[in-house]
């Protein structure tokens, strides 16, 4: 198969668009990739791929900038605020024990009894040594509150200003809206429903400007696709989380979400993902800094409204609102399902299995606030 047509069958339009589009109150249209063009002199603009290669670039800057604040600014911050000072141990050298280390830092009692033999050293000085050597390697208290104040401040900023955004947008409060005229996209029908015509009207109030994607949303999303590029480009310097690999798979997932609907124009249902996931992360950030603090009451009260938003959000708004509009109000648009269809939902739903993981987490640590008043140790090691 040639690279042209390999390239034309990937790029077909018969997987990116439904075969035709129903238009409530007006008649059906047949979208192509035609239909993106971006046209010199008709004042529209249409998003394309290479729009968010702006974006690594920028996540470059975002990952330049966040090491300058914790140089100069929060780690002395925390320092200054009682965040502990991690003191080293003596650990002797033993080649073969570090050897030994370097596959596995965890070894059960028959591992060390055959290596209290094999180097002739008693089971209690490997036991000691390979402790010593845990503590040692363990994240430094410092490391870690940096890390949380810093996602504390990107989620703060980009939840405030996503809010920002999207309060005036038309789809934050009715998703139908995500889908009509998709993909171009540029003017609201005043006469889509009879019953809801006030509303429509009031939306078109708001939404006065008339290019597909407005400037706020360019931006709101190239600050996310900096943020997430950012995080991948720091996954071995940050502080390594037992949950590493599920975190991994979000970020990708997220990732990959973004350019996908960036590029075929879904930017409607990019963002309302992006703002409901970022309404709960900064009061998580926020309860870890009060572990590291040592300040329990900041610690438990910021993660109960963590966890109320959590549940409103992620629970419930998400599958609601989002994936029930791609998975089930698009048909009011289309006839059947098509590739695009599938990829959407299949990457929301992914998102969705690891909120779902996370959410029992969510739900034993606040079991362990209402019996036992615990939620150091579980919120810094759980989530």
Same mark, same amino acid.
């Given at each position: 198969?040639?690279?042209? &047509?390999?390239?034309?069958?990937?790029?077909?339009?018969?997987?990116?668009?439904?075969?035709?589009?129903?238009?409530?109150?007006?008649?059906?249209?047949?979208?192509?990739?035609?239909?993106?063009?971006?046209?010199?002199?008709?004042?529209?603009?249409?998003?394309?791929?290479?729009?968010?290669?702006?974006?690594?670039?920028?996540?470059?800057?975002?990952?330049?900038?966040?090491?300058?604040?914790?140089?100069?600014?929060?780690?002395?911050?925390?320092?200054?605020?009682?965040?502990?000072?991690?003191?080293? @141990?003596?650990?002797?050298?033993?080649?073969?024990?570090?050897?030994?280390?370097?596959?596995?830092?965890?070894?059960?009692?028959?591992?060390?009894?055959?290596?209290?033999?094999?180097?002739?050293?008693?089971?209690?000085?490997?036991?000691?040594?390979?402790?010593?050597?845990?503590?040692?390697?363990?994240?430094?208290?410092?490391?870690?509150?940096?890390?949380?104040?810093?996602?504390?401040?990107?989620?703060?900023?980009?939840?405030?200003?996503?809010?920002?955004?999207?309060?005036?947008?038309?789809?934050?409060?009715?998703?139908?809206?995500?889908?009509?005229?998709?993909?171009?996209?540029?003017?609201?029908?005043?006469?889509?429903?009879?019953?809801?015509?006030?509303?429509?009207?009031?939306?078109?109030?708001?939404?006065?400007?008339?290019?597909? @994607?407005?400037?706020?949303?360019?931006?709101?999303?190239?600050?996310?696709?900096?943020?997430?590029?950012?995080?991948?480009?720091?996954?071995?310097?940050?502080?390594?989380?037992?949950?590493?690999?599920?975190?991994?798979?979000?970020?990708?997932?997220?990732?990959?979400?973004?350019?996908?609907?960036?590029?075929?124009?879904?930017?409607?249902?990019?963002?309302?993902?992006? @703002?409901?996931?970022?309404?709960?992360?900064?009061?998580?950030?926020?309860?870890?800094?009060?572990?590291?603090?040592?300040?329990? &009451?900041?610690?438990?009260?910021?993660?109960?409204?963590?966890?109320?938003?959590?549940?409103?959000?992620?629970?419930?708004?998400?599958?609601?609102?989002?994936?029930?509009?791609?998975?089930?109000?698009?048909?009011?648009?289309?006839?059947?399902?098509?590739?695009?269809?599938?990829?959407?939902?299949?990457?929301?739903?992914?998102?969705?299995?690891?909120?779902?993981?996370?959410?029992?987490?969510?739900?034993?640590?606040?079991?362990?606030?209402? &019996?036992?008043?615990?939620?150091?140790?579980?919120?810094?090691?759980?989530?």
């Amino acid at each position: 198969m040639t690279n042209n &047509t390999l390239s034309d069958f990937l790029w077909n339009q018969k997987w990116w668009f439904p075969a035709h589009m129903h238009n409530p109150g007006g008649p059906d249209y047949y979208p192509t990739w035609r239909d993106l063009d971006n046209k010199p002199g008709s004042g529209l603009y249409y998003p394309k791929i290479q729009d968010l290669h702006l974006g690594v670039g920028l996540g470059v800057l975002m990952v330049i900038l966040r090491y300058l604040l914790e140089i100069f600014v929060i780690i002395p911050m925390g320092h200054k605020l009682g965040v502990r000072r991690k003191k080293h @141990v003596y650990v002797e050298p033993y080649e073969k024990l570090e050897a030994v280390y370097g596959k596995k830092s965890k070894m059960d009692g028959d591992a060390i009894h055959a290596l209290s033999k094999q180097l002739d050293l008693s089971t209690r000085q490997i036991e000691v040594w390979f402790r010593k050597k845990r503590k040692n390697d363990a994240p430094v208290p410092i490391k870690k509150f940096c890390d949380n104040t810093w996602l504390f401040l990107f989620y703060s900023c980009s939840f405030i200003y996503g809010i920002n955004v999207m309060w005036s947008k038309p789809w934050l409060w009715k998703t139908k809206e995500c889908w009509y005229d998709w993909p171009v996209q540029v003017y609201i029908n005043l006469n889509k429903n009879a019953d809801s015509r006030f509303f429509d009207t009031l939306c078109a109030i708001a939404w006065r400007q008339k290019e597909p @994607v407005t400037d706020d949303v360019f931006w709101y999303y190239q600050l996310e696709v900096a943020f997430y590029w950012g995080s991948l480009f720091t996954l071995f310097t940050d502080h390594k989380r037992k949950d590493f690999i599920v975190m991994t798979l979000h970020d990708l997932s997220t990732l990959a979400l973004l350019y996908f609907s960036w590029m075929v124009n879904l930017v409607r249902i990019g963002t309302l993902v992006l @703002v409901i996931h970022d309404a709960a992360d900064p009061w998580l950030s926020l309860a870890k800094m009060g572990i590291y603090l040592h300040n329990k &009451t900041l610690a438990d009260l910021t993660f109960i409204v963590f966890a109320l938003l959590w549940f409103t959000t992620r629970c419930f708004l998400f599958p609601y609102l989002v994936i029930l509009s791609t998975g089930i109000e698009v048909f009011a648009f289309i006839d059947e399902p098509f590739f695009v269809y599938y990829f959407l939902n299949a990457f929301l739903l992914v998102i969705q299995l690891l909120n779902i993981m996370w959410t029992f987490s969510v739900v034993k640590i606040m079991y362990n606030i209402i &019996t036992k008043g615990e939620v150091f140790s579980l919120v810094s090691s759980a989530l």
